[in-house]
Structures are given as C-alpha cells and as structure tokens.
T-cell receptor, first 116, second 111 residues
Framework: GAVVSQHPSRVICKSGTSVKIECRSLDFQATTMFWYRQFPKQSLMLMAT?????????EQGVEKDKFLINHASLTLSTLTVTSAHPEDSSFYICSARDRVSTDTQYFGPGTRLTVL | EDQVTQSPEALRLQEGESSSLNCSYT??????LFWYRQDPGKGPEFLFT???AGEEKEKERLKATLTKKESFLHITAPKPEDSATYLCAVRIYNYGQNFVFGPGTRLSVLP
C-alpha cells in the first residue's frame, strides 16, 4: 500500500519549452501533496505544498509563475515547469500525505529533468 | 532555529558489521520523526515514524529509537543491499504539514 507514481521518470527538453510532471497516489487519497527538488548528493528541498482544490503554498525563493502546481483531485497533482532553462535541470520528487494516516509522507520515484 | 543534522555524513561498513546512524534535532515542538531510505536516482522509501521519547520501531535489520534530542537508526549485521542514503525528517508543530529534512547519511556496505 501507499504507492505514489510519477510520470515521466525522465524528460529532456529544449530551453524555453514547458514540461509537465504528474504525481499520482495509486492506492490512497492524498489531501496534501508536496513537491521537492534535489540536487546531486544533497537532501530534498521543499518547493511547494498543494492541497486538493486550493492554491499551492510556495516556499520562499520558489517562483510560483515558473513552477505551476495543480492539485485537481485527491489522487493527482501536476507540476509544470514553464519556459524551462538549463538551471532548472534537477531531480523533482513528489510526495503525498495519506488522508487517513495524517503524518507520513510517501514519495514518488522522482523525475529527472534535463534542459538543453 | 529549527534544525536537523545527521552523522556521520558517510559510513562504510563491512558486511555483518553492525553500526548506528544518528539524527539530532533542535526544534520547537516535535510532532514526529521519520526515517527514509533513498537509493540513487530514486525517491525516498518510508521506513519508520517515531512520535515520543523511548519509542522504538524495528524492520528486518533496522531498528529506530528516539530520545528528546536525537534518533538512532541501528543496523544489525548489514548486507550490501542495505547500501543507500538514509534520511531523517521531522514534523514540527509550528511548521504546518511540512517536513524538515536532515542532509542524510550515505551508507556503503562492502561484501
């Protein structure tokens, strides 16, 4: 149980294009989903918190117009990196908080984004 | 300032050589401490949640313990497949639903 999927697992795009990453909770309902960014050999950096049906809350320094987050249902959240640039290349990981077990976050497998 | 540190930064063990990883925290109101395992290029895999001092959780070769200032992840007779980065995270009362992550400990178990 408590499985979170992400799609795609890897994406390569040209500078200036937009990329959408999907995060799904497969066997539970997630009222809250989180988006993280991780650089090589570093820990996770929280980008934003999204609650189903409401606007995401972004961490300080994260551009909300560049990283668009939508949490339209209890099982799906999307992160769109708009007008991507090489410095946006990173490993993006989502997590979901089980609606029943309200503390534990379950993580997706991550998406490796490379912007050329 | 709420802070989570982990030590050592990296640890190399021989197969079967037991050891412990440390997660120390200075936070204003602990709501839960979480251990995760992360393999290279993958998302963190949930291991344990601890809520109060004195609590212990076990899973196969791993045992997590919690005091008022720190948590230990004990690894008994590790195997090469235990090699990974181990992350701890805390949830704090005045930080909403978010976690504060430690930097992680990279564990290598040599055959």
């Amino acid at each position: 149980g408590a499985v979170v999927s992400q799609h795609p697992s890897r994406v390569i795009c040209k500078s200036g294009t937009s990329v959408k990453i999907e995060c799904r909770s497969l066997d539970f309902q997630a009222t809250t989903m989180f988006w993280y960014r991780q650089f090589p050999k570093q820990s996770l950096m929280l980008m934003a918190t999204s609650n189903e049906g409401s606007k995401a809350t972004y961490e300080q320094g994260v551009e909300k117009d560049k990283f668009l987050i939508n949490h339209a249902s209890l099982t799906l959240s999307t992160l769109t990196v708009t007008s991507a640039h090489p410095e946006d290349s990173s490993f993006y990981i989502c997590s979901a908080r089980d609606r029943v077990s309200t503390d534990t976050q379950y993580f997706g497998p991550g998406t490796r984004l490379t912007v050329l | 300032e709420d802070q989570v540190t982990q030590s050592p930064e990296a640890l190399r063990l021989q197969e079967g050589e037991s050891s412990s990883l440390n997660c120390s925290y200075t936070v204003s109101g602990l709501r839960g401490l979480f251990w995760y395992r992360q393999d290279p290029g993958k998302g963190p895999e949930f291991l344990f949640t601890l809520y109060s001092a004195g609590e212990e959780k076990e899973k196969e070769r791993l045992k997590a313990t919690l005091t008022k200032k720190e948590s230990f992840l004990h690894i008994t007779a590790p195997k090469p497949e235990d090699s990974a980065t181990y992350l701890c995270a805390v949830r704090i009362y005045n930080y909403g639903q978010n976690f504060v992550f430690g930097p992680g400990t990279r564990l290598s178990v040599l055959p």
